[in-house]
């Protein structure tokens, strides 16, 4: 007997109501995760002594964040949804110590102007996701592969300290990003996450997860091209 398939590879969806509240209540968490990294960017940026004790452990904080990025992902269907929120807002507190040092590099006002234009190309491909009749499923497979080969250009680049290869790095990684938000928003409004998970709960807490990477990613690439350094 074949496993029942998620109604995203089959190319149904919920009922409407239960689509609008499963988007609600990932963006409401999304936006509440941001909240919280600001908050903590904030403060970061504007402490010299924050920015140098966060520099100090920058590697080992990254992996820290990459460990619970994917933790969050892989055991959510074997730990509660407030456990699985819990760790998210853990994960969106050490992101504050990271974007802060970020920012910090560069001047408020391209730092403004790079988080707008990131919460323009996020709502534009999100109202694309969750009103599109075209199937986004096709994508999945070649935006893993893109963002594998992204993450790896990413660190060789690291060490050959390249700025051409730097901006199109940067420039390919607002695209893979910007089209991640789509598809990730169709997942969500088609109930796959639901499926995946086995909770409504449980569901909101991954879409927010993979929503709150998409934007942060959008914003920190963005300013890399657009930022002015100080």
Do not use: C
Not at 25 to 35: D, R, V
Not at 65 to 72: K, P, S
Request: proline share 3%; no cysteine.
């Amino acid at each position: 007997m074949n496993p029942p398939q998620a109604p995203y590879n089959v190319g149904t969806r919920p009922a409407p109501e239960l689509a609008s509240s499963l988007l609600a209540h990932s963006f409401g968490w999304m936006f509440a995760g941001l909240l919280l990294t600001s908050g903590i960017a904030v403060v970061v940026a504007t402490n010299q002594k924050v920015i140098n004790s966060v520099a100090d452990f920058w590697y080992l904080i990254f992996i820290g964040q990459l460990g619970l990025a994917i933790g969050i992902q892989g055991l959510i269907g074997r730990i509660s949804a407030s456990t699985a929120l819990a760790l998210f807002f853990v994960f969106a507190a050490t992101m504050g110590f990271t974007v802060g040092v970020i920012v910090s590099l560069y001047e408020v006002p391209s730092v403004i102007s790079s988080f707008f234009s990131a919460a323009a190309m996020f709502g534009a491909a999100a109202l694309y996701g969750a009103t599109t009749r075209r199937s986004l499923a096709g994508l999945g497979g070649y935006l893993f592969m893109g963002m594998i080969g992204l993450f790896v250009a990413l660190l060789v680049n690291l060490f050959l300290d390249n700025g051409v290869a730097g901006f199109i790095i940067a420039a390919i990684g607002v695209v893979i990003f910007v089209v991640y938000t789509a598809y990730d928003v169709q997942r969500i409004s088609y109930g796959d996450y639901v499926t995946s998970t086995g909770s409504i709960e449980k569901a909101s807490v991954l879409g927010a997860v993979h929503l709150y990477i998409n934007f942060v990613n959008i914003f920190l690439f963005l300013l890399r091209l657009m930022g002015s350094r100080n």
